[in-house]
Nanobody, 124 residues
Framework: VQLQASGGGLVQAGGSLRLSCTAS????????MGWFRQAPGKEREFVAA????????HYADTVEGRFTVSRDNAENTGYLQMDSLKPEDTAVYYC??????????????????WGQGTLVTVSS
């Protein structure tokens, strides 16, 4: 499975962005999808995840209530809607996919397939 993340950019604090992750070369609908981010000098961290059906979601405490993860299996695309953005949300955002049981909050090592990352910069 190849993943292509897009939608990053520069936005002012309080603004919104929607990231997309388009899959090809595999059965996207069979995989859970995760979003992770990595800020300069920091480790990659979990942001959000959605199950293959869209019925189960997880969020990091830092984005709960501001970000919404979703997917459209017919379009082989996942989304991360980011609202009320803060400067501390600045990072490279990565999407990931794999057959992950979302009975718990996933970690990066649960996922085999990764997109290339898209940069989100939030100015104060």
């Amino acid at each position: 499975v190849q993943l292509q993340a897009s939608g990053g950019g520069l936005v002012q604090a309080g603004g919104s962005l929607r990231l997309s992750c388009t899959a090809s070369g595999g059965t996207f609908s069979a995989y859970s999808m995760g979003w992770f981010r990595q800020a300069p000098g920091k480790e990659r961290e979990f942001v959000a995840a959605v199950s293959w059906s869209g019925s189960t979601t997880h969020y990091a405490d830092t984005v709960e209530g501001r970000f919404t993860v979703s997917r459209d299996n017919a379009e082989n695309t996942g989304y991360l809607q980011m609202d009320s953005l803060k400067p501390e949300d600045t990072a490279v955002y990565y999407c990931a996919a794999d057959r992950v049981d979302l009975g718990r909050r996933p970690v990066a090592t649960d996922f085999i397939y990764w997109g290339q990352g898209t940069l989100v910069t939030v100015s104060s």
